[in-house]
């Protein structure tokens, strides 16, 4: 079955994480991605952890499925190399500092005079044209900046970085996107165009509601550890064994079915309950009572309780627990792959699934320069005596 980017090609520039998590989502659906690394050294999550035969689970996870070629940009011949792939791929991405393709000769003004149907997409920190385009940016300073960190945690302890490269990931699947919008519309028109991401812009949109809390409703969102700030209750409550349940109650009825539950069927009926803006209010004596009668039972027991009348609840699985859940194993959401020189290993799957064309996450990660004689050959028609010039010359 043919996947839906099959027949796109996609030249990866991209170093770490947010660019290679998008160049990895185009291949998982079909696109060939040729990622350029540099000789000797390569992409720089290669010397992140873990390590498995010297090879870094961080870089296969983020670069499943591409083939790996080796250049060195110091070289014009390695330059010529580049502008000669430009002329035959469908995207170019990246997500160096704003003005280092520029530096190298490999801006979207220089390519697409090559190329003028090229998809060229620039992810970076704060954006192409950002007043902040200069400044150094890592996930942890989009997080800060955009605001995410100043909801994020306990309001007696400090603002706290969501657990995982939240500035990064968002910033991949939006380059993802905005790429995938910009080939339906050259498919419609014949035009390239560049897509530009910023990070910063990324986990802004993923602070959600708060913006119009604050730009409409005036209000200044804090940190109010798990529990949501609008609805009650909808937090973690401590149970028998513990440990942690989530209730998440968002409506009058789910409230009614929860205090029956707990054998106080009149609860609601109490004003500092009776309505979801009330119980957000008095979220602090609520938690309370419903603590007070999950002394009783352990997670387990609670969550059957609350399953049999449609409570939206859950456990708070560690990663290991999540590794095992049955809805992650049957969708999918591990596969295995046999990486080279590491054997087989499990990875992350993709949640998109698609009836018609589904996409196929299970391939293994380039090593250094593994198709770098391969591309040159069947892309660009090199003979092996000028591919064996252009490693003397220390081309690749």
Same mark, same amino acid.
Request: net charge negative; charged share 25%; hydrophobic share 35%.
């Given at each position: 079955?043919?996947?839906? *980017? @099959?027949?796109?090609?996609?030249?990866?520039?991209?170093?770490?994480? @947010?660019?290679?998590?998008?160049?990895?989502?185009? =291949?998982? #659906?079909?696109?060939?991605?040729?990622?350029?690394?540099?000789?000797?050294?390569?992409?720089?999550?290669?010397?992140?952890? +873990?390590?498995?035969?010297?090879?870094?689970?961080?870089?296969?996870?983020?670069?499943?499925?591409?083939?790996?070629?080796?250049?060195?940009?110091? =070289?014009?011949?390695?330059?010529?190399?580049?502008?000669?792939?430009?002329?035959?791929?469908?995207?170019?991405?990246? %997500?160096?500092?704003?003005? $280092?393709?520029?530096? *190298?000769?490999?801006?979207?003004?220089?390519?697409?005079?090559?190329?003028?149907?090229?998809?060229?997409?620039?992810?970076?920190?704060?954006?192409?044209? =950002?007043?902040?385009?200069?400044?150094?940016?890592?996930?942890?300073?989009?997080?800060?900046? @955009?605001?995410?960190?100043?909801?994020?945690?306990?309001?007696?302890?400090?603002?706290?970085?969501?657990?995982? =490269?939240?500035?990064?990931?968002?910033?991949?699947?939006?380059?993802?996107?905005?790429?995938?919008?910009?080939?339906?519309?050259?498919?419609?028109?014949?035009?390239?165009?560049?897509?530009?991401?910023?990070?910063?812009?990324?986990?802004?949109?993923?602070?959600?509601?708060?913006?119009?809390?604050?730009?409409?409703?005036?209000?200044?969102?804090?940190?109010?550890?798990?529990?949501?700030? *609008?609805?009650?209750?909808?937090?973690?409550?401590?149970?028998?064994?513990?440990?942690?349940?989530?209730?998440?109650?968002?409506?009058?009825?789910?409230?009614?079915?929860?205090?029956?539950?707990?054998?106080? +069927?009149?609860?609601?009926? %109490?004003?500092?309950?009776?309505?979801?803006?009330?119980?957000?209010?008095?979220?602090?004596?609520?938690? @309370?009572?419903?603590?007070?009668?999950?002394?009783?039972?352990? $997670?387990?027991?609670?969550?059957?309780?609350?399953?049999?009348?449609?409570?939206?609840?859950?456990?708070?699985?560690?990663?290991?627990?999540?590794?095992?859940?049955?809805?992650?194993?049957?969708?999918?959401?591990?596969?295995?792959?046999?990486?080279?020189?590491?054997?087989? #290993?499990?990875?992350?799957? %993709?949640?998109?699934?698609?009836?018609?064309?589904?996409?196929?996450?299970?391939? +293994?990660?380039?090593?250094?320069?593994?198709?770098?004689?391969?591309?040159?050959?069947?892309?660009?028609?090199?003979?092996?005596?000028?591919?064996?010039?252009?490693?003397?010359?220390?081309?690749?």
């Amino acid at each position: 079955m043919d996947k839906a *980017l @099959a027949g796109i090609k996609v030249l990866d520039f991209t170093n770490v994480l @947010a660019g290679p998590f998008c160049t990895s989502n185009l =291949s998982d #659906l079909g696109a060939e991605v040729i990622k350029i690394e540099r000789p000797g050294t390569g992409d720089g999550s290669r010397i992140f952890g +873990p390590f498995i035969n010297d090879q870094s689970g961080y870089y296969i996870f983020a670069n499943r499925g591409k083939k790996g070629i080796d250049l060195n940009f110091k =070289s014009d011949k390695a330059k010529e190399i580049v502008y000669e792939l430009v002329k035959k791929v469908d995207v170019v991405v990246e %997500n160096f500092k704003p003005g $280092v393709m520029e530096k *190298l000769g490999f801006s979207y003004e220089k390519l697409k005079e090559i190329n003028p149907s090229i998809i060229y997409c620039s992810i970076s920190g704060f954006g192409q044209d =950002s007043p902040h385009r200069n400044l150094p940016a890592y996930d942890i300073v989009a997080q800060g900046r @955009a605001g995410m960190m100043s909801i994020t945690g306990y309001p007696d302890n400090p603002p706290a970085r969501v657990g995982s =490269s939240l500035g990064d990931i968002s910033a991949g699947l939006y380059a993802a996107y905005g790429i995938m919008v910009a080939l339906f519309h050259r498919e419609r028109t014949g035009e390239g165009q560049l897509v530009d991401i910023a990070m910063m812009d990324s986990v802004f949109t993923f602070i959600e509601t708060n913006i119009v809390r604050h730009t409409i409703g005036g209000i200044m969102p804090k940190r109010v550890g798990a529990r949501h700030p *609008l609805s009650a209750p909808f937090d973690i409550y401590k149970c028998k064994d513990g440990g942690y349940v989530i209730i998440a109650v968002a409506s009058d009825p789910h409230f009614q079915r929860l205090c029956d539950v707990m054998g106080q +069927p009149d609860l609601p009926k %109490n004003p500092k309950f009776d309505s979801d803006p009330h119980r957000s209010e008095n979220d602090v004596e609520l938690k @309370a009572i419903i603590e007070e009668w999950l002394k009783d039972y352990t $997670v387990d027991e609670a969550i059957d309780k609350f399953n049999e009348v449609g409570i939206p609840c859950g456990p708070i699985f560690d990663v290991a627990q999540a590794c095992k859940d049955e809805s992650i194993l049957h969708r999918d959401m591990l596969v295995e792959i046999d990486q080279p020189g590491a054997g087989k #290993l499990k990875i992350t799957g %993709n949640p998109v699934k698609l009836s018609k064309t589904p996409p196929d996450p299970a391939h +293994p990660a380039p090593l250094l320069g593994q198709h770098t004689e391969e591309v040159l050959k069947e892309e660009l028609g090199y003979s092996d005596d000028e591919i064996a010039k252009l490693k003397d010359e220390g081309v690749f």
